[in-house]
């Protein structure tokens, strides 16, 4: 896919999101079929044809490699801040109060979302132009808002929503930095991972 067709991917989904994502994940408060629903359509029309179109299945299983080449500080980048809110979340006892059904179902969730994601936006953008900062950047920003309408659902796992915004942007900055210094996702696959296994569990304990 050329930069332009990304961007415009990503602007489209910000701009249906504004629009969709508050009527489908409030559509049935308290419950699981707002938030699969969402996730469901994010990633079969962006994430899985981003992953297809704009890395291409030739070229995605060097994309995923976990070489390091000379950037040994990718791993440390990645998982501190999964790290982090693990550390903080036990401490003031509210990841270590939630069921473990609903780490299961996060679990299961986060297998799915990071790759999907970390595909989609930061495989996507490096493949179309690695050494292009403007486009990595320009990725960076429609991921963050994109998390805007998700913040102002009920699928948002932070509160307040700013907070939620926030921290997508710096993760999201998180794992461009380390794509763009590897080459590959492979890093912040498993560090998108590790964030989603402690955020997601909080959010579907809710629903489930």
């Known amino acids: 896919m050329s930069p332009w067709a990304l961007i ?58 976990l070489r390091l080449d000379d950037a040994w500080f990718v791993p440390w980048l990645v998982m501190a801040p999964a790290a982090l809110l693990l ?40 493949a179309a132009g690695r050494w292009r900062v403007t486009l990595q950047f320009a990725g960076l920003i429609l991921f963050t808002a994109w998390h805007i309408p998700l913040a102002l659902s009920d699928t948002s796992p932070i509160e307040p929503w700013v907070l939620f915004v926030v921290s997508s942007y710096a993760l999201g900055l998180i794992y461009a930095i380390a794509t763009y210094r590897t080459g590959r996702v492979g890093w912040p696959i498993l560090g998108h991972f590790a964030m989603n296994c402690v955020t997601l569990p909080i959010l579907f304990t809710p629903a489930l």
């Not at 994502?21 to 044809?49: E, K, M, Q, S």
């Open 87 to 126: 550390v903080a979340g036990i401490t003031l006892e509210g990841l270590a109060s939630l069921p473990f059904h609903a780490y299961v179902f996060g679990v299961g969730i986060a297998l799915i979302n990071a790759p999907l994601e970390e595909i989609a936006w930061r495989g996507a953008f490096l």
């Open 8 to 65: 415009g991917a990503g602007i489209a989904l910000s701009g249906v999101g504004w629009f969709a994502v508050d009527r489908i994940a409030n559509g049935t408060p308290g419950g699981l079929t707002g938030h699969l629903t969402v996730l469901a359509l994010y990633w079969a029309f962006f994430c899985v044809p981003l992953a297809v179109f704009g890395v291409g299945p030739s070229r995605l299983r060097a994309m995923v490699s």
